[in-house]
């Protein structure tokens, strides 16, 4: 389901932001940051607004000072959602950019990867990339997960997850509203050889880690809180 929360705030695109730079990596357009002689890599899947949004490169470049080759693939083509294109509102949009194809064009990212030398992959997922995420964890092509305000994800989908996962909601989300995201914890919790932590973040709209305003105090500390989450959470797993 995608419903209006999924397109708000969207973020003014900028193909030169961050301190990384972009080449083709597995057929995809991506923008990359780190080190390339890292064997930990960190995939970020992004939200419907796609891989040039600033403040996801600046949370790419801030995994990757931290040790990690981080990779952030544009796995819509050069097409990301445009809210400004009334000729294709986000239903017709989804039809040409799924999360299955997503899941299908990440594959050979991993692969490209593990080729590289990479002996284990971290994963993060932003709203749309979140589903992306959790099917790249059902069958552990990745090692650690981090699912940041998902959409499309169900309980099915977090039954058949066991690797380490990390669930961030945010309490005012009608896509993935906070009742879901207990169901997910329930779920992880009755299955304890799971590492998980999962909450639902107070005050806080869909989108709050990527989509917020750099001039706003307040969204600005909700999404470090948010990124420093994912950062420990590697920290932790992605060994």
Known sequence: MAGAECCSNPPTLNPNAGIGHVEKFAGLDSYLTGSSHSNLAVLLIS?????????????ADKIA???????????????????QNTNRPIE????DHGTDKGFEDAKPVVEALKSKGISAIGAVGFCWGAKVVVELAKP??????????????????????????????????????????K??????????????????????AHGW???????DAKAVKDAEEAHQFVLD?????LK
């Not at 017709?92 to 039809?95: D, F, G, I, S, T």
């Not at 959470?233 to 797993?237: E, G, I, L, V």
Request: net charge negative; charged share 25%.
């Open 47 to 59: 939200d419907v607004f796609g891989y040039e949004a600033p403040n996801l490169r600046k949370l």
């Open 65 to 83: 000072s931290s040790g990690y080759y981080v990779v952030v693939p544009d796995f819509f083509y050069g097409e990301p959602y445009d809210p």
């Open 92 to 95: 017709e949009w989804l039809k």
């Open 140 to 181: 552990k092509l990745i090692q650690v997960a981090v699912l940041l305000h998902p959409s499309f994800v169900t309980v099915e989908d977090i039954s058949a997850v066991d690797i380490p996962i990390g669930i961030l909601g945010a309490e005012l989300d009608q896509i993935s509203p906070p009742e879901l995201i």
């Open 183 to 204: 169901k997910f914890e329930q779920v992880l919790k009755a299955k304890p050889w799971v590492d998980s932590y999962v909450k639902v973040v107070p005050n806080v």
């Open 209 to 215: 880690t990527v989509r917020f305003d750099p001039e």
């Open 233 to 237: 959470w590697f920290a932790k797993y």
